[in-house]
């Protein structure tokens, strides 16, 4: 079962690459009629499995150390890396696949599904993040706005239309995407909301309260 789950993930992937192979302009990138529009998450939660097509990355093809991956919220100094510097594609060949165990902690190239690194498993929702050069310098961006310097919004999250599980992810510096990967196997993060006391509780509270404070003035 679990080999199946990744194979589906694996051909889910391949059949959106093979339907959106078409070269895409630098100064512009449009999602395709696939994906819905930017809607904001910044945490998702992870299923067992989780496969990524990298889709775009402008940093590489520019000869610039590039990579994508994820970090636990629990623990965002520890980032995962998905692709790294030497899995780029070129504009239109969407050839990268990886393919996360999140059970066990391992990513797995899709190509001949040896083991390409390993991680130890965390919990809490994940961020996904993409490093590369700018102005001299190694910059890290994170779906999480909160990480970003100044807090500035640096990615653009696009669901996949009557798929809850899959998004395609774009990274964006002075308003040119230019990183772009797609995910399968992930999730919205919603934060929980703080309980409220059911009505009936509180006027049980209410009113023992009232009948502490009466039965203290009577012995006043």
């Known amino acids: 079962m679990k080999s199946l789950g990744i194979f589906l993930f694996a051909i889910t992937l391949m059949a959106f690459a093979g ?20 809607d904001g998450t910044e945490l998702f939660v992870n299923e067992d499995w989780v496969a990524s097509l990298e889709m775009r990355d ?9 990579s994508f991956g994820f970090y636990f919220e629990s623990d965002p100094s520890e980032i995962i890396t998905i692709f790294e510097p030497g899995d780029d594609v070129t504009i239109g060949m969407t050839s990268q696949i990886a393919v996360i165990d999140f059970n066990n902690g391992r990513i797995y190239d899709w190509d001949d599904f040896t083991i390409q690194s390993t991680f130890t498993p965390g ?35 696009y669901p996949w239309i009557g798929e809850e599980d899959k998004y395609l992810i774009g990274f964006e510096v002075e308003g040119m995407p230019v990183m772009v990967d797609l995910v399968a196997g992930v999730v919205p993060y919603v934060a929980p909301t703080p309980a409220m006391p059911e009505p009936g509780g509180f006027l049980l509270f209410a009113g023992g309260f009232t009948t502490i404070v009466l039965a203290t003035r009577r012995r006043r």
């Open 19 to 38: 339907s959106t192979a078409q070269a895409l302009p630098l100064e512009h990138y449009t999602p395709p009629s696939d994906f819905g529009a930017d």
């Open 58 to 66: 402008i940093p590489a093809q520019l000869g610039q150390a590039s």
């Open 123 to 157: 919990t809490g929702p994940i961020a996904f993040v993409a490093s590369f050069e700018e102005a001299g310098s190694d910059v890290i961006y994170s779906t999480d706005a909160s990480a970003n310097p100044d807090g500035e919004d640096m990615a653009a999250t």
